[in-house]
C-alpha cells in the first residue's frame, strides 16, 4: 500500500482496523489525484463490537455526573476549534465546500457540542398535584440505551455533532457511522471525543458501506434509537426495518420552494436564488431547487439571474476568489448531469449545467450552474430532488397559485417567500407544508438553538433535532407515583 494514512475505526475505546483488514479510500472532489486516506470498510462482526461495546457502556454512563458528561462535549470542543484551520482545509479536500463554509461547519460543530453541555443539564420533569397527601408524582426523563448515529456526507461534522452531542449529554451511549464519501472530519470528530476523555465504549466510530454494516447497526436489538439523515429512499427503509423498540428520527431530502411575489425586490430575488440555490454547490438538503415567481417579473429576474450567475467563480473551494465548488462525489455528478438532460427534454434551458473541462477541472466533478425556466409541475425537476446546482423557475399567478403548486410536490423541507405583503407574510407559515419557513432570506441556513426537520416525506415528524427539541428524542419520559 501506499504510505498515504490508514484511519481506524475507534470501538470500546481502542482505535482499531477491521476484521478483514479491507480498507475503501477518500480523495478530493476537486482533484481526484489527491488522496486523503484509508478508511475501514468494517463487516457485521466490527458492527456487532461497536453495538457490544455501547451496550456494556450504557449503565455507567447513565449514571455519570451530567457536570462530567458536559465537561466532555466542552473539552471535545475546544479540540476542534485548536485545529479549525487544518481540519477546514482537510473538510474541504474531502467534500469539496469553500474553505470559508468548512471553517463555518467545524465552528458551527463546536458551538453545538457547547450549546448541548448547558442545554442538557436543563431538562425537566413534571410534578402532578393529587389526593393522596403521602404520594409524589413527577415525570423524569431517561436516556433511551444504544443510539445508532447515520449521517450523509454534505454536512459531515456539523449533522453529526447535532446528534451525539444531544444523545451524550442525556446518558446514551453511540454507535457513529459517517457517509462513506466523507469520514475523515467524522473520524476528526471522533478523535476530539476521544482526546476529551469520553470513556470507553461511550462514543464508537465504525465506517464502512451501508450494505456491509447497515443492517447491523440498525436492526440490532440493543439499539434503542437511530438518528439518520440521508436520503427519503434509505430513511424509509431503515424506519420500516427498524423493531418497534426502537425510537427512529429521519431528516431527510426536500425540493424547496422560494416563492417571489410580484412586489418584490427582484435583485433580492436573484441573491436568494443564487445563495438558496448555488452555493454549497446546490448540495444543501434546504437549498433552493424551485423558484415560483409571479409573471409579471420573470422576464427581469430571469435576465439579471444569468447576468448574475456567469460572473460566479467555479473552482477548488480551497482557491481564493472561488464560490462554487466542484460536487462532492462522482455519483453526484452522474446524477446531476441526468438531471440537467431531463431538465433539457422537459423545459426550457436557460444557462449553463455544463460538465466544465479543460485544465484543473479535468481532475473533479465540476458543473456549471443551471437554470431551467417554463417548467410545470409534472415536471420531474419540479418533483424530484436533484442535491445539485440546479434551479427549475415556475411562474405562479398570485399568492394562492404559488402555495398550490410550492405545496405540490412529495417533500416538505424548507420553503420561502419574498414579498412585503404583510398578508402574505402572516398566512404563509400556516398555509406552506414545509418543516421550516423562512420570510424574505434563503431556503437554506437554521441556527443551532433552534428546532429543524421537515413535513411529509421530508422527515419522520414525531421528533425535531437540533435545538432544546433535540434532546427530546434522546430521553423517554416515566411517570412515577412515590407513596410513604
Ligand atoms: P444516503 O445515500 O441516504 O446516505 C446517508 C447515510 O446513510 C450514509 O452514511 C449511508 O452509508 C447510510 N445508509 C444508506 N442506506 C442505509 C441503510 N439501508 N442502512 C444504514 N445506513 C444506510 O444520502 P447521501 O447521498 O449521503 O446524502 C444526501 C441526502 O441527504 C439528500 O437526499 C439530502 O437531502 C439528505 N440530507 C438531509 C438533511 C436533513 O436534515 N433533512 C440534511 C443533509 C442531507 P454509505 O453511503 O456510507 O454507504
Given at each position: 500500500?501506499?504510505?498515504?494514512?490508514?484511519?481506524?475505526?475507534?470501538?470500546d475505546g481502542?482505535?482499531?482496523?477491521c476484521?478483514?483488514?479491507?480498507t475503501?479510500?477518500?480523495?478530493?472532489p476537486?482533484?481526484?489525484?489527491?488522496?486523503?486516506?484509508?478508511?475501514?470498510?468494517s463487516?457485521?462482526e466490527?458492527a456487532?463490537q461497536?453495538?457490544?461495546?455501547?451496550e456494556?457502556?450504557f449503565?455507567?454512563?447513565?449514571d455519570t455526573?451530567i457536570?462530567?458528561?458536559?465537561k466532555?462535549?466542552?473539552?471535545?470542543?475546544?479540540?476542534?476549534?485548536?485545529h479549525i484551520e487544518?481540519?477546514a482545509?482537510?473538510l474541504t479536500?474531502?467534500?469539496?465546500?469553500?474553505?470559508?463554509?468548512?471553517?463555518d461547519?467545524?465552528?458551527r460543530s463546536a458551538q453545538?457540542?457547547?450549546?448541548?453541555a448547558?442545554e442538557?443539564?436543563?431538562?425537566?420533569?413534571?410534578?402532578?398535584?393529587?389526593?393522596?397527601?403521602?404520594?409524589?408524582?413527577?415525570?423524569q426523563?431517561e436516556?433511551?440505551?444504544?443510539a445508532?448515529?447515520?449521517?450523509?456526507?454534505?454536512?459531515?461534522?456539523?449533522?453529526?455533532a447535532?446528534?451525539?452531542?444531544?444523545?451524550?449529554?442525556?446518558g446514551?451511549t453511540?454507535?457513529?457511522?459517517?457517509s462513506?464519501?466523507?469520514p475523515?472530519i467524522a473520524?476528526?470528530?471522533?478523535?476530539a471525543?476521544h482526546?476529551?476523555?469520553v470513556?470507553?465504549?461511550?462514543f464508537?466510530?465504525i465506517?464502512?458501506s451501508a450494505s456491509?454494516i447497515g443492517?447491523?447497526i440498525?436492526?440490532?436489538?440493543?439499539v434503542r434509537?437511530i438518528?439518520?439523515?440521508?436520503?427519503?429512499?434509505?430513511?424509509?427503509?431503515?424506519?420500516?426495518t427498524?423493531?418497534m423498540?426502537?425510537?427512529?428520527?429521519?431528516?431527510?431530502?426536500?425540493?424547496?420552494?422560494?416563492i417571489v411575489?410580484?412586489?418584490a425586490?427582484?435583485d433580492?430575488?436573484?441573491?436568494?436564488?443564487?445563495?438558496g440555490?448555488?452555493s454549497?454547490?446546490g448540495?444543501?438538503?434546504?437549498?433552493?431547487?424551485r423558484?415560483?415567481?409571479?409573471?409579471?417579473i420573470?422576464a427581469?429576474?430571469?435576465e439579471r439571474?444569468?447576468a448574475?450567475v456567469?460572473?460566479?467563480?467555479?473552482?477548488?473551494?480551497?482557491?481564493?476568489?472561488?464560490?462554487?465548488?466542484p460536487?462532492?462525489?462522482?455519483?453526484?455528478?452522474?446524477?446531476?448531469?441526468?438531471?440537467?438532460?431531463?431538465?433539457?427534454?422537459?423545459?426550457?434551458?436557460?444557462h449553463g449545467?455544463e460538465?466544465?473541462s479543460g485544465?484543473?477541472?479535468?481532475?473533479g466533478?465540476?458543473?456549471?450552474?443551471a437554470?431551467?425556466?417554463?417548467?410545470?409541475?409534472?415536471?420531474?425537476?419540479?418533483?424530484?430532488e436533484i442535491?445539485g446546482?440546479?434551479?427549475?423557475v415556475?411562474?405562479i399567478?398570485?399568492?394562492?397559485?404559488?402555495i398550490?403548486?410550492?405545496?405540490?410536490?412529495?417533500?416538505?423541507l424548507?420553503?420561502a417567500?419574498?414579498?412585503?405583503?404583510?398578508?402574505?407574510?402572516?398566512?404563509f407559515?400556516?398555509?406552506?407544508q414545509?418543516?421550516?419557513?423562512?420570510?424574505?432570506?434563503t431556503t437554506?441556513?437554521?441556527?443551532v438553538?433552534?428546532?429543524?426537520?421537515?413535513l411529509?416525506?421530508?422527515?419522520?415528524?414525531?421528533?425535531r433535532?437540533?435545538?432544546?427539541?433535540g434532546?427530546?428524542f434522546?430521553t423517554?419520559?416515566?411517570?412515577?407515583?412515590?407513596?410513604?
Open positions: 500500500m501506499d504510505n498515504v494514512t490508514q484511519f481506524l475505526n475507534y470501538i481502542k482505535w482499531l482496523a476484521g478483514s483488514g479491507s475503501f479510500e477518500n480523495r478530493n476537486a482533484d481526484q489525484d489527491d488522496l486523503l486516506g484509508h478508511f475501514q470498510a463487516s457485521a466490527d456487532q461497536a453495538i457490544a461495546a455501547a456494556k457502556a449503565p455507567a454512563w447513565r455526573p457536570s462530567k458528561r458536559a466532555i462535549l466542552n473539552q471535545a470542543a475546544d479540540y476542534l476549534v485548536e487544518q481540519f482545509e482537510e479536500r474531502e467534500e469539496g465546500k469553500l474553505l470559508a463554509n468548512s471553517r461547519e467545524i465552528a453545538t457540542l457547547r450549546f448541548y448547558v442538557g443539564q436543563t431538562i425537566t420533569g413534571e410534578t402532578f398535584p393529587q389526593d393522596d397527601a403521602k404520594m409524589m408524582v413527577y415525570t426523563r436516556p433511551l440505551g444504544v445508532t448515529i447515520i449521517t450523509p456526507w454534505n454536512f459531515p461534522i456539523s449533522i453529526p447535532r446528534k451525539i452531542a444531544p444523545a451524550l449529554i442525556t446514551n453511540v454507535v457513529f457511522k459517517p462513506s464519501d466523507a475523515l473520524y476528526r470528530l471522533a478523535e471525543l482526546h476529551a476523555g470513556p470507553t465504549g461511550v464508537n466510530f465506517t464502512g456491509a443492517e447491523e440498525t436492526a440490532a436489538p440493543a434509537a438518528s439518520f439523515t440521508g436520503s427519503t429512499a434509505a430513511g424509509e427503509r431503515i424506519h420500516r427498524a423493531s423498540a426502537t425510537r427512529t428520527q429521519m431528516e431527510l431530502g426536500g425540493k424547496n420552494p422560494l411575489l410580484d412586489d425586490d427582484i433580492t430575488a436573484v441573491d436568494l436564488t443564487i445563495k440555490g448555488f454549497l454547490t448540495q444543501a438538503c434546504t437549498g433552493t431547487s423558484v415560483l415567481i409571479a409573471r409579471s420573470k427581469e429576474y430571469l439571474l444569468v448574475r456567469k460572473e460566479l467563480q467555479i473552482g477548488n473551494g480551497l482557491d481564493k476568489g472561488t464560490q462554487i465548488g460536487l462532492a462525489t462522482r455519483q453526484q455528478l452522474d446524477t446531476v448531469l441526468g438531471y440537467i438532460e431531463t431538465g433539457k427534454r422537459e423545459a426550457t434551458h436557460v449545467g460538465r466544465l485544465g484543473d477541472y479535468d481532475k466533478f465540476y458543473v456549471s450552474p437554470i431551467f425556466s417554463d417548467v410545470t409541475q409534472e415536471m420531474r425537476i419540479a418533483q424530484e442535491f446546482p440546479v434551479v427549475a415556475i411562474e399567478d398570485g399568492y394562492d397559485d404559488a398550490a403548486k410550492a405545496n405540490d410536490t412529495p417533500y416538505g424548507s420553503a417567500l419574498a414579498t412585503r405583503n404583510i398578508e402574505y407574510i402572516q398566512r407559515p400556516l398555509d406552506i414545509a418543516g421550516t419557513v423562512k420570510v424574505n432570506r437554506t441556513g437554521n441556527l438553538n433552534a428546532p429543524f426537520g421537515g411529509k416525506q421530508s422527515s419522520t415528524s414525531t421528533f433535532e437540533s435545538g432544546r427539541a434532546l427530546d434522546f423517554q419520559t416515566k411517570t412515577v407515583y412515590v407513596g410513604r
